[in-house]
């Protein structure tokens, strides 16, 4: 009966412990606070272009989201809601009247962030000073400047804070002037001061001029680009201390949201506020150029194509490369409104032609404006900024491969959120000029140095900011508006021709064919064929290959969509990609004929091709007919995009090589490549690329692979080692990752 009793009263004592236990379990779960919510915006203001396009407005934030907008010309063609960091889609529609402003209001939990959108338009209203930036004389006097006014406006009110610039004074309107007195200046430095004049009608429609006086002790010591840079041997920064005065030439401006390159500042985080606070300047011969990096975007005054006097007090200046991989370039940084002393407007006349192949680029060329000639573009698929715009937060730009009709390649730069990346308009297929400002970047997402990168490692750099490692070429170029690649739109105005093209599946059998073996074989989509399993015209099939076996591929989404059109989507924002077929629309394996009729995309599947268990035994294989071609048809090109991952996982072929062969048994080498890993959702890193890596390739210049009915292309995976979620490389590669291309083609001149 004891015993009984003691076990009955411990069963008690463990019952009460247990229900005391999970009381206080509930108890510690309901007083557990919730998350704060947490929302941002990278820009809370943007300049629009008066042509209609996108804008990207990356959203940070820790919950569910919405957006809307106060103005009809603004829309969200790809949705107007979802969860965590994003990349929201602003589409806007061409201007073609005055310039006007609209909101977009963004909304979690209770907290909201407007991001002001700016659109200039074809019509001139309001008022401008036709300089922004005045520089008076030490002793004081009388001055004017000019201005602009549209013919509405005819009443104005004139400020310049005189209880804090009593300096400036006796200011009056006078026949399309601002006059103004300016008293004597005894300090020993410059000063500066803001004169608005405002619409009496519209007091938001004004126009600032910016005053600069230097003082009557200060002397000003003129400094040309070449006594600059002499300041600096090697690399390295200094202060600069004296009163130089720099005269140059702007090149570049935002207007298109392309005007200089935004930074990655960590695998996650990029600065989008960089390309608003940098300008490019250089000589009036041209032959010389700086980078210009303004603290704030609103330091920066200038105008594209002013005459420009910058004091140079105040700056550090810095000289950069040297070497066989990146020429020498230097850069100022560190300026202010007060460093901007005097613009004169000028046009794009002011500067002078200056025409360069891409071979004879020399580091005399960098930051300055030139055009390279007889250039094409050589992949025909997507828009300049083919990627998965949900990830756009790990990529500051997409570099876009330019060749010109000698054979030599650059990259053509656009910014993620530049506003011609993705209008919908696609690629110009044809060949022409790109003008533009020469540079030189580092892109992490499209090529990474491992070695860098493990010294930076050991110095205790954390992993997730290690940047700029990522080396493209030499020079690039960085068009600062859409106008400037001058490039034909279509792709029988070129230098170029095809041997064969792949770009979508075979728009007749809507899915990669079945040859006799029942293995899966792509034909050429370009030149065009009735049947590709009977036409005796066929210039190119492509197989996926293992050693002496042929082996299946299969369909993949693609992020190579092209964006907005007129308020609508050519593709949806989770796959589809947006390729044109040869009447205009558009084209998609697995599409009904009510949507390729009317050019949308609303599948998810896309036209990439990916296997996996990849080894260095298996390949891609291109067979294409080179029969009737000479020597005069050299340069030959292979162009592809490749990618690795599906989003979630690593592991695939890091290292790759472009081969050729005559007979498919002797096999020779024509240039390495490295294919990066998509962005991994939970874990992203620097460098892993959220789209297709587009790569252009020149195979030797032989007089054997000519006239021949069947030339092999073969991509294949040169070592066994593949990035992992903490490594770029150097892992094995795992056997059921895939790796994928979405377009290839093989160019000759004509």
């Known amino acids: 009966m004891k015993k009984l009793y003691i076990s009955l009263l411990l069963r008690l004592l463990l019952g009460l412990f247990f229900a005391a236990a999970t009381l206080l379990s509930l108890v510690s779960c309901e007083k557990q606070p919730d998350a704060p919510v947490e929302l941002g915006v990278k820009a809370d203001a943007a300049a629009l272009p008066s042509g209609g396009g996108s804008y990207l407005i990356d959203v940070l934030a820790n919950g569910n989201w919405t957006a809307s907008a106060d103005s009809e010309w603004l829309s969200f063609p790809e949705g107007m809601s979802g969860t965590g960091d994003f990349a929201l889609v602003v589409a806007f529609e061409e201007n073609d009247g005055a310039d006007r402003t ?18 200039k338009g074809l019509l001139f209203t309001g008022i401008e000073f036709l300089s922004g930036n005045f520089l008076a004389a030490a002793d004081g ?3 004017s400047a000019s201005l602009r006014c549209s013919a509405a406006e005819t009443v104005f009110s004139v400020d310049c804070g005189n209880a804090q610039t009593p300096w400036v004074s006796e200011i009056r309107m006078n026949s399309g002037t601002v006059e103004f007195n300016v008293s004597r200046n005894d300090g020993e430095t410059v000063r500066t001061a803001e004169l608005t004049v405002a619409s009496s009608s519209d007091p938001s429609m004004k126009a600032v001029l910016h005053i600069a006086q230097t003082g009557i002790s200060q002397t000003l010591k003129p400094v040309d680009f070449a006594q600059l840079k002499s300041m600096l041997t090697g690399q390295g920064s200094i202060a600069i201390e004296d009163n130089l005065v ?9 207007s298109e949201n392309n005007g200089g390159e935004n930074l990655n500042i960590s695998s996650t985080l990029k600065d989008g506020t960089r390309s608003s606070r940098v300008i490019y300047i250089q000589n009036e011969a041209a032959n010389s150029g700086l980078l210009v990096e303004f603290v704030a975007a609103e330091d920066n005054t200038t105008a594209r194509f002013d005459r420009l006097r910058l004091l140079l007090k105040g700056m550090t200046l810095t000289r950069r490369g040297g070497g066989t991989d990146e020429p020498v370039r230097y850069e100022l940084s560190g300026a ?8 004169a407007s000028g046009t794009a006349g002011d500067l002078p032609r200056k025409e360069r192949r891409i071979k004879f680029l020399t580091d005399d060329d960098v930051y300055t404006y030139v055009t390279l000639t007889d250039c094409e573009i050589p992949i025909r698929k997507g828009p300049f900024v083919p990627v998965d715009l949900r990830y756009t937060s790990v990529m500051n730009k997409y570099p876009m491969p330019l060749r010109d009709i000698h054979g030599d390649a650059t990259w053509l730069l656009s910014n993620v959120g530049c506003a011609w990346a993705r209008d919908g308009k696609g690629l110009p297929e044809g060949s022409g000029a790109v003008s533009g400002v020469i540079v030189h970047e580092k892109c992490d997402n499209f090529e990474w140095d491992g070695s860098i990168a493990a010294a930076r490692l050991a110095e205790g750099v954390n992993l997730d ?3 700029g490692v990522g080396t493209l070429s030499r020079y690039q170029v960085r068009p600062v508006t859409r106008s400037e690649i001058a490039i034909a739109d279509r792709f029988e105005d070129g230098f170029s021709e095809m041997l064969a093209e792949f770009r979508y599946m075979n728009k007749v059998h809507e899915a990669l064919v079945k040859n006799v073996d029942s293995k899966y074989t792509m034909y050429s989509t370009y030149p065009a064929v009735a049947d590709p399993l009977t036409d005796p015209s066929i210039k190119g099939t492509m197989l996926r290959w293992n050693t002496t076996k042929q082996e299946m591929m299969a369909d993949w989404r693609d992020w190579t969509h092209l964006g907005p059109l007129a308020g609508n989507s050519i593709a949806n924002p989770s796959g589809g990609n947006g390729v044109y077929d040869f009447n205009g629309g558009s084209l998609h394996w697995n599409v009904n004929s009510v949507t390729r009729s009317s050019g949308m995309i609303i599948q998810g599947n896309g036209s990439a091709w990916y296997c996996s268990k990849w080894t260095t035994k298996q390949w891609w294989l291109v067979t294409v007919n080179t029969e009737g071609l000479t020597a005069a048809n050299f340069p030959l090109s292979v162009n592809f995009g490749a990618e690795n991952g599906l989003g979630e996982t690593v592991g695939a072929p890091r290292h790759w090589a472009v081969e050729w062969s005559l007979d498919n048994k002797t096999w020779k080498k024509a240039a390495d490549y490295t294919v990066p890993d998509f962005t991994v959702v939970y874990k992203k890193r620097c460098w892993q690329c959220p789209g297709f890596k587009y790569i252009s390739v020149n195979l030797p210049q032989d007089s054997s692979m000519l006239g021949r009915e069947k030339l092999y292309i073969r991509l294949r995976p040169t070592s066994s080692s593949s990035g992992s979620m903490d490594a770029y490389d150097g892992q094995a590669f795992v056997s059921s990752r895939e790796s994928a291309l979405n377009y290839l083609s093989v160019r000759y001149n004509k």
């Open 336 to 343: 202010s409104v007060s460093n901007v002393l005097e613009t």
């Open 246 to 254: 720099l005269e140059g030439r702007v090149i570049s401006d935002n």
């Open 465 to 467: 900011y290690i940047t």
């Open 102 to 119: 609209g909101k977009v209001t963004i909304s979690c939990g209770g907290k909201s962030r407007i991001v002001k959108l700016t659109q």
């Open 141 to 143: 006097g009388t001055h």
